[in-house]
């Protein structure tokens, strides 16, 4: 056994150097897949915190100037978009699971943009005052939902004056 170790010890090296590596390139794989997950569960519990301070009556609509909404809306709102465009950042960073990008955060996005009108009401205010500072894909991303959603969208018809009104 020990002159066949002798005689071959540059092919067995070889062969530990190749599962080695073989076990380090699967070991990389699954500290990243632990750490999109990581990072998907770190953003859900950011939503959790979202949700636990959601202000009263944003479910309806109102056709008073967004504007003129609390402080407590308009922050809550705001958040809302901040949270989505950081886990479009990470998505398309390939640091959250596309899975749970797919199936999860972009059903989320449907369903609060429906339930919530403020929601859309803070966006087209923040994005007429050219003050959504988030990348421009991102907000082509969400304008193409609201265009998709435009007739499920429960957004009531105000006055042509008011800052919210989005033209038709």
């Known amino acids: 056994m020990i ?5 071959h010890d540059s092919v067995i090296a070889q062969l530990l150097t ?3 590596l073989l076990l380090v390139v699967y070991q990389l794989y699954e500290g990243n897949e632990n750490g999109r997950w990581e990072n998907y569960n770190a953003m859900n519990l950011r939503y959790y915190s979202w949700y636990s301070n959601m202000p009263e009556n944003v479910e309806t609509d109102t056709c008073v100037p967004f504007s003129e909404q609390s402080n407590e809306v308009k922050k809550w709102a705001r958040s809302y978009f901040n949270l989505y465009s950081e886990e479009y950042w990470l998505y398309k960073e390939g640091l959250i699971p596309e899975e749970m990008w797919t199936k999860r955060i972009e059903n989320g996005v449907y369903v609060n943009l429906k339930t919530y009108p403020l929601l859309v009401r803070g966006y087209y205010y923040w994005k007429a005052k050219h003050a959504f500072n988030h990348p421009e894909d991102f907000r082509v991303l969400v304008d193409a939902k609201l265009e998709k959603l435009k ?3 429960k957004l009531l018809e105000c006055k042509p004056s008011s800052p919210n009104s989005k033209p038709k």
């Open 3 to 7: 002159s066949f170790i002798k005689k």
């Open 18 to 20: 190749f599962f080695g």
């Open 151 to 153: 007739p499920e969208l």
